[in-house]
C-alpha cells in the first residue's frame, strides 16, 4: 500500500512540475515574444517617421531642412536628432520599404542595402499587404506598417529575424536543461522517497503480520475456551456466569475470523478466475432479503445481466455481503438500494441507505481498520470496525476503487472493479 501510494505522490509531484514549468515557461516566452514585437513595431514606427521621400526625384533623400553635413541614408531624423547608424537598436535591425503611387504604380523600393530580399520579393510582399487593407501586423519574419501619406502609400517593413532568433535559442535551452532538471528531480525524489518511507513500509509490513500471527494464535484457544464452556454446560446446566462466558467467546471468535479476513484480503494472492458478478450480487441479495425483513427493511434492486469480472468468488460474494450489511444495519430508512451496472470497462456496484449526515472529515476514515467514529459504525457486540476495512482491502486487490459519499439524506457506497 505504501509503495503504490509513495508511486502515486512521486507521479502527482512531478506532474505538478512539469505542468507548472510548462506553465512558466510559456508565460515567459509570450511575454518575451510580445515585448519583442511591441519593441520591433515602436522601432519601425519611428523608422517610418523619418522616411522621406523626394518628389522630384521620385527617391529616398535627406529631408530638405536637414543640416548640410547630414549623411543620405534612406530616411534621416529631423535636425537635432542623432542619425540611425548611431543608435545600437537600430544598427542591428535591417528595414525595407516600398512605396506606391497612384494605381499602385512603384515609386521607390529600398531593400536595406542587404540581398536577404530583392526588390521584386519587396514588391509583391508590399502589394499583399495592401490588399489585405491592414494598417500594421506581420507576414512571416517581417513586421510592417502602411502609412498612406499625400501623393504616395509607404508600405514599411522590418525583419524580425536577428530579434526573435537569439529568443528562440534561449527558450529552446531553458527548455533542454529545464527538462533534464525535472529528469533529475524526478530520480532523486523516488530515492529520497524511497529511503524516507522505507521504516513506514516495514512498519506496515510488521503491522499486518502481527494481526496474522496474532489472529492464526487465537483461534486455538478460541475453539478450545468454546468447547469446554460446552462440555461445562452440560454438567452444571444453565448458568449466568458460564453463558456470559460463552457470548464473550463467541465475540472474540467473531473478532479472530475479521482479522483473518483481513489478513487474507491485504496479503494472502487469492486465485482468480472469470467469474459473474451479477450472479454473485443476486445471490447476496436473495440471502440478506431475510435478514432486511427482519429488520423491517426491504432491498431495492436493479442489477444488470452478464457482468462478468476476473476476480476471487468468495471476496467478491464478501464485498457485497459487506456493504449490504452495513447498509441494512445503520440506515435510517426503509429501503435499501442494490444496483450493477456496466460502466465502460468497470462493473459498478452501489448501495445506498438512509442515514444522517457524515461530516466529510470521518467520511475520509470509514475504511480505516477499527474506526467506529460516527453513528454508521456504532457495535452491536459482533462489529468492530473491521467490515469496510476489508472491502477495500479487497477491492484494491482486485485493481478496483470504493468510495462513500453523504449528500441529501443519502449514504452511497461505490464499488468500481475493471472488466478485464
Same mark, same amino acid.
Not at 536577428?162 to 533529475?184: D, F, K
Not at 459482533?382 to 449528500?407: D, E, N
Given at each position: ?5 509513495r ?9 505538478a512540475l512539469v ?10 516566452m509570450l511575454?518575451?515574444y510580445r ?6 513595431m515602436?522601432?519601425? @514606427? ?5 522616411y ?5 526625384t521620385?527617391?529616398?533623400?535627406v529631408?530638405p531642412d ?14 537635432g536628432r ?6 545600437p537598436?537600430y ?14 504604380t512603384? !515609386? ?5 542595402? @542587404? ?6 520579393e ?6 499583399e499587404i ?13 513586421t510592417?506598417?502602411?502609412?498612406k501619406r ?11 529575424t536577428v ?6 535559442t534561449?527558450l529552446?535551452?531553458?527548455l533542454?536543461?529545464g527538462?533534464a ?6 530520480f532523486i ?9 522505507r ?11 502481527? !494481526? ?6 487465537? @483461534? ?14 452440560r454438567?452444571i ?7 456470559n462466558?460463552r ?10 475470523r ?8 491485504e ?6 478466475e472469470q467469474?459473474?458478478?451479477s450472479?454473485i ?15 423491517g427493511?426491504t432491498?431495492?434492486?436493479?442489477i444488470e445481466?452478464d ?11 464478501q464485498i457485497v455481503s !459487506?456493504?449490504?450489511?452495513?447498509a441494512i444495519?445503520?440506515?435510517t430508512?426503509?429501503? !435499501?438500494?442494490?444496483t ?8 459498478v456496484l ?5 442515514g ?5 472529515d ?6 480505516d481498520r477499527f474506526?467506529?467514529g460516527d ?5 452491536d457486540?459482533?462489529?468492530?470496525g473491521?467490515?469496510?476495512s476489508?472491502a477495500?482491502?479487497?477491492t484494491?486487490k482486485?485493481?478496483g ?15 468500481s472493479?475493471?472488466?478485464k
Amino acid at each position: 500500500m505504501f509503495k503504490r501510494s509513495r508511486k502515486k505522490i512521486i507521479l502527482a509531484i512531478m506532474g505538478a512540475l512539469v505542468l507548472l514549468f510548462a506553465i512558466t515557461l510559456s508565460v515567459i516566452m509570450l511575454a518575451s515574444y510580445r515585448e519583442i514585437r511591441q519593441e520591433n513595431m515602436a522601432m519601425l @514606427k519611428r523608422h517610418v517617421e523619418l522616411y522621406y521621400l523626394d518628389s522630384e526625384t521620385g527617391g529616398l533623400t535627406v529631408p530638405p531642412d536637414a543640416p548640410p553635413d547630414m549623411p543620405d541614408t534612406h530616411g534621416l531624423e529631423p535636425p537635432g536628432r542623432p542619425p540611425l547608424d548611431q543608435k545600437p537598436d537600430y544598427q542591428l535591425s535591417t528595414f525595407y520599404s516600398v512605396a506606391f503611387g497612384e494605381n499602385d504604380t512603384v !515609386i521607390a523600393v529600398d531593400n536595406g542595402e @542587404k540581398e536577404v530580399y530583392s526588390e521584386e520579393e519587396l514588391i509583391t510582399i508590399a502589394k499583399e499587404i495592401l490588399g489585405g487593407n491592414t494598417a500594421s501586423g506581420r507576414t512571416g519574419a517581417l513586421t510592417y506598417i502602411v502609412d498612406k501619406r499625400p501623393g504616395y502609400t509607404l508600405v514599411a517593413l522590418m525583419d524580425n529575424t536577428v530579434s526573435e532568433s537569439g529568443l528562440s535559442t534561449l527558450l529552446r535551452n531553458v527548455l533542454i536543461v529545464g527538462s533534464a532538471a525535472i529528469l533529475v528531480m524526478f530520480f532523486i525524489s523516488l530515492y529520497l522517497s524511497k529511503r524516507i518511507i522505507r521504516p513506514l513500509e516495514e512498519n506496515d509490513r510488521k503491522q499486518k503480520q502481527f !494481526i496474522s500471527d496474532a489472529s492464526h494464535e487465537l @483461534k486455538t484457544p478460541v475453539a478450545v475456551i468454546d468447547t469446554n464452556a460446552e462440555l461445562l454446560a452440560r454438567e452444571i446446566g444453565e448458568n449466568e456466569w458460564l453463558a456470559n462466558i460463552r457470548y464473550e467467546n463467541e465475540r472474540m471468535g467473531g473478532l479472530v475470523r475479521q482479522l483473518l479476513d483481513l489478513s487474507r484480503a491485504e496479503n494472502a494472492e487469492a486465485p482468480m478466475e472469470q467469474v459473474d458478478f451479477s450472479r454473485i450480487v443476486t445471490g447476496e441479495e436473495l440471502a440478506f432479503e431475510t435478514f432486511a425483513f427482519d429488520h423491517g427493511k426491504t432491498i431495492q434492486s436493479d442489477i444488470e445481466d452478464d457482468v462478468h469480472l476476473t476476480g476471487n468468488p468468495t471476496q467478491l460474494t464478501q464485498i457485497v455481503s !459487506i456493504l449490504l450489511d452495513n447498509a441494512i444495519r445503520h440506515t435510517t430508512g426503509n429501503d !435499501i438500494s442494490l444496483t450493477l451496472k456496466r460502466h465502460g470497462h468497470e462493473g459498478v456496484l452501489t448501495v445506498i441507505n438512509d442515514g444522517d449526515a457524515i461530516p466529510p472529515d470521518k467520511l475520509e476514515h470509514l475504511f480505516d481498520r477499527f474506526y467506529r467514529g460516527d453513528e454508521a459504525r456504532t457495535d452491536d457486540g459482533h462489529h468492530y470496525g473491521l467490515g469496510l476495512s476489508i472491502a477495500k482491502a479487497i477491492t484494491v486487490k482486485h485493481g478496483g476503487s470504493i468510495g462513500v459519499s453523504c449528500q441529501d439524506g443519502k449514504v452511497r457506497f461505490t464499488v468500481s472493479i475493471p472488466i478485464k
